[in-house]
């Protein structure tokens, strides 16, 4: 790991654009936070152990997630995540492969990195992120966790405050003892005590560490000539998803104000946004002051973001992400995912099929009933041999009273789905609208 000592060393992104070719020196012998090293002489064996038994434990799991069926199958996108996190292992001097990455079935906005060395990134958070910058910031972000093993950190972190509360304890105890008193007496009190002083510990240690990791992510993207400014753009679509589940949580509970998804997670998001604009400003500051000479350090308007790339390789998963929110009733972060994939996809016939589907999916009420109809014609106007999509148009012609439609687009699935599974329930509609034109009939 000897890339990434030294990448800490000058993780500060300023540092890393201008201090190290001369303009900011000192930068580069600064630490960026007061975390020692693992591997330093206070490494124990006994720590060595705990990291033995965390990969055997993430090997485990590893195992477990794969037989339960929780990894998204797509081999292109598999490839493509792994390419990118490949040219960041090279760039801190190791071998190809050596951290792995798969793509998890979950619609939740999260990524981690387990001791065994892979990175999970969750469905949910691909079908947020808009272009290849993004996602290499993320997948940055999480390889920092692996390469700095901020996992045993926090456990070896954990496990010292745990044995400083024992001994505080037992200090208690002997202190009451001239009282004819015992711990038991104050146990109520010594523990509220105890988790207001560590809570705080452990919320800000855990945060320096998302600091450093943050910081190595936007490092990722001036390496690689990516638009750094997608740092602080992926954690505003993180925000943005946030308030819409919230809204679609709220509107389910219709108590806006016991919301403890959205009270839990925005105060570390927005804390991190700005963390991002301000060393972002920093940048912009150092280079407009740089001589010319050392200016190539800065990422001009001719930074990438690689948004065609990226939704390329994407769209399944998008897809896949729909679907699951839609069973989960989360109908418009799915409609809001499938329309920011049409954006780059508007030739997407699974798209636009889905979107209607979804559109016009709602219960009993017809509102969207119309764009979800659109959707659906414009999935036929694209291919008109979509089987899905003429079903789809069936069941929503029928809700809008056009009878007659709905009985030319069954008869048009079923040509072209001979073998179809609900071959007799479609047969069953079309003998009821047979003979109907237009809206002359009632609502079957």
């Given amino acids: 790991m000897v890339g990434y000592a030294s990448s800490l060393s000058r993780l500060r992104p300023i540092a890393l654009l201008l201090g190290c070719t001369g303009l900011l020196a000192e930068g580069c012998a600064s630490p960026p936070s007061d975390i020692d090293p693992v591997k330093s002489p206070t490494y124990q064996e006994t720590e060595r152990e705990r990291e033995r038994e965390m990969k055997e434990a993430s090997r485990e799991f590893s195992d477990q997630v794969l037989k339960a069926g929780l990894v998204f199958e797509d081999e292109a996108l598999r490839i493509y995540l792994q390419e990118l996190l490949d040219r960041l292992l090279i760039a801190e001097g190791l071998e190809a492969g050596e951290v792995g990455v798969a793509v998890l079935e979950s619609t939740a906005l999260n990524a981690h990195v387990r001791a065994d060395g892979v990175i999970y990134l969750n469905l949910g958070v691909i079908s947020q992120i808009e272009n290849e910058a993004q996602i290499v910031f993320l997948i940055g972000h999480e390889l920092a966790h692996y390469l700095g093993r901020h996992a045993l950190k926090r456990e070896i972190f954990e496990s010292r405050a745990a044995t400083i509360t024992l001994w505080r304890r037992a200090a208690l105890g002997v202190a009451l003892l001239p009282l004819g008193q015992t711990v038991l007496a104050t146990a109520d009190i010594e523990r509220e005590g105890r988790t207001r002083v560590l809570a705080p510990l452990r919320s800000g240690y855990s945060q320096s560490l998302e600091t450093e990791s943050d910081d190595y992510g936007f490092m990722a993207l001036v390496r690689g000539g990516y638009d750094p400014t997608q740092s602080a753009r992926f954690l505003q679509l993180m925000l943005n998803d946030h308030e819409l589940e919230r809204q679609e949580i709220s509107s389910a509970k219709g108590d806006e104000e016991d919301d403890p998804y959205f009270f839990a997670s925005h105060p570390d998001l927005l804390a991190r946004?700005?963390?991002?604009?301000?060393?972002?400003?920093?940048?912009?500051?150092?280079?407009?002051?740089?001589?010319?000479?050392?200016?190539?350090?800065?990422?001009?308007?001719?930074?990438?973001?690689?948004?065609?790339?990226?939704?390329?390789?994407?769209?399944?998963?998008?897809?896949?992400?729909?679907?699951?929110?839609?069973?989960?009733?989360?109908?418009?972060?799915?409609?809001?995912?499938?329309?920011?994939?049409?954006?780059?996809?508007?030739?997407?016939?699974?798209g636009w099929t889905m979107l209607g589907e979804i559109r016009g999916g709602w219960g009993p009420r017809v509102d969207g009933l119309a764009e979800a109809i659109e959707a659906i014609e414009r999935a036929i106007?694209?291919?008109?041999?979509?089987?899905?999509?003429?079903?789809?148009?069936?069941?929503?012609?029928?809700?809008?009273?056009?009878?007659?439609?709905?009985?030319?687009?069954?008869?048009?699935?079923?040509?072209?789905?001979?073998?179809?599974?609900?071959?007799?329930?479609?047969?069953?509609?079309?003998?009821?609208?047979?003979?109907?034109?237009?809206?002359?009939?009632g609502t079957p």
Avoid at 284 to 305: I, M, S, Y
Avoid at 396 to 424: C, I, T, V
Avoid at 425 to 433: K, P, T
């Fill in 381 to 441: 106007e694209i291919d008109p041999t979509a089987p899905r999509a003429h079903r789809e148009l069936g069941f929503l012609a029928e809700r809008a009273g056009r009878f007659g439609d709905a009985r030319l687009a069954f008869a048009r699935y079923l040509s072209l789905d001979p073998e179809a599974k609900d071959r007799a329930v479609i047969e069953y509609r079309l003998e009821r609208h047979r003979g109907a034109s237009g809206t002359a009939e």
């Fill in 273 to 350: 946004l700005g963390h991002f604009r301000k060393i972002d400003e920093e940048r912009r500051f150092a280079c407009k002051q740089a001589p010319l000479e050392h200016r190539d350090a800065c990422v001009g308007t001719d930074a990438l973001l690689g948004e065609t790339e990226y939704r390329v390789h994407v769209e399944r998963a998008v897809l896949e992400t729909a679907r699951l929110d839609r069973k989960r009733g989360r109908r418009r972060r799915a409609i809001a995912t499938i329309e920011r994939m049409l954006v780059f996809h508007p030739e997407s016939v699974d």
